[in-house]
């Protein structure tokens, strides 16, 4: 079905050339080699990514849309995997960034949800098998993972069906294990995110901090949003962690870890919290016992509940990701790819990061979740 639409869009020389030159891109990877390649099951951004492809796709997300260059006979039809019944308004925020920038592309288009929490792993599977049958429905499939190594094998399935184009959200570590690469990963990278944070918190708190951590799940997304800035900070400022609790990700797995750290070690004065859900469990455990203003306290990726609890003075800083960049940058892969422009597209693309934090006039807060949430609102999204 995808290939008809395109078709529509373009001539079938052109549509045959663009698919294959994205193969055979993806079969040459990686294009460079960077230190450590050799002790990762993934490749990083830059060593899959061609020179350009993506600051031009930044550039384009971040500027007015250019309309859709062809006609399509019927709607596009999208179907989303994604673990968007979490806590995390990150799912809910960048499918409306994505049907928004859709909509003013002039690309017409339906969607069909197949939604889990991220701890539902086994749901998620029986939802990609689900779609994969189904291929015939579909022209684009978004694949949120609920973990990515748990979720390898669907997403190299997805990948290899000829059917639809295939792109994964919150991950950008392309396993190399895979025989079918997805066409496109869309993320922040939680790596720079974590240094970033790494960075923010040494210069606000200086050497010697004794913290805890309420990690997620054991993976890729956990050994770099709790992992990498652990080893930052522990090498860059000598901090010591006492505990490291694996929250899942989960509200309860937040308030729980929190609860334990506050009784069993009243020596950590820092809470390093990996995502919203255990930030905001985090803080309702701090508020239960009148803790908050003892615990220097972080979430992940700056969503409107994390930026609410930082005007309340629940929480104190969090890596922000300019939110809606990875739905608009999906709207506009599924432009270039509809044009037949795919070869012109980068294997994954990152949104940006900077730290929101409570030393933040509310003016310069205000200023962030409006460009963060340029196409989803800066309101709290209703559940």
């Known amino acids: 079905m995808k290939n008809l639409l395109k078709c529509l869009a373009t001539t079938t020389a052109v549509c045959s050339v663009a698919g294959a030159a994205l193969a055979d891109a993806h079969a040459m990877l990686p294009l460079v080699e960077l230190p450590g390649i050799a002790d990762r099951d993934y490749w990083v951004p830059d060593e899959v990514n061609a020179e350009g492809k993506l600051e031009a796709l930044q550039a384009a997300v971040a500027a007015d849309a250019v309309p859709f260059a062809g006609t399509l006979e019927n709607p596009i039809q999208i179907a989303m995997i994604y673990p968007s019944a979490d806590t995390s308004d990150f799912w809910a925020r960048n499918y409306l960034a994505m049907t928004k920038r859709l909509d003013q592309l002039g690309i017409v288009y339906e969607t069909t949800e197949f939604a889990s929490r991220q701890i539902e792993h086994s749901l998620q599977a029986t939802y990609a098998s689900q779609v994969e049958q189904d291929a015939d429905l579909y022209d684009y499939v978004i694949f949120g993972p609920s973990e990515l190594a748990i979720q390898a094998d669907n997403i190299d399935k997805l990948g290899g069906n000829d059917g639809f184009a295939t792109y994964v959200w919150a991950f950008h570590t392309p396993l190399k294990y895979l025989e079918n690469q997805p066409d496109m990963w869309f993320d922040f990278s939680s790596a720079a995110g974590a240094l970033t944070m790494c960075d923010y918190m040494l210069g606000r708190l200086g050497n010697d901090v004794t913290m805890a951590l309420n990690r997620g799940i054991p993976g890729i ?163």
Not at 244 to 263: A, C, D, M
Not at 338 to 345: D, H, I, T
């Open 221 to 383: 997304t956990d050994d770099q949003r709790s992992g990498d800035f652990k080893a930052c900070v522990e090498e860059k400022g000598n901090w010591t962690t006492v505990y490291e609790h694996y929250g899942e990700y989960q509200t309860e797995g937040g308030f729980e870890g929190t609860s334990l750290i506050l009784q069993a070690y009243p020596e950590a004065t820092v809470i390093h919290n990996a995502n919203t859900s255990m930030a905001m469990g985090s803080v309702q455990a701090q508020l239960s016992v009148d803790k908050t203003a003892e615990i220097f306290s972080t979430g992940w990726g700056g969503t409107g509940l994390e930026l609410d609890a930082i005007r309340r003075g629940e929480l104190d800083a969090t890596p922000m990701r300019m939110g809606d960049d990875v739905g608009a940058a999906t709207a506009e892969a599924i432009r270039a790819d509809l044009e037949g422009r795919q070869a012109e597209l980068p294997l994954v693309f990152l949104g940006r990061i900077t730290v929101a934090h409570d030393q933040m006039s509310a003016e310069e807060i205000d200023a962030l979740e409006v460009e963060a949430f340029r196409f989803s609102g800066v309101a709290a999204l209703e559940r």
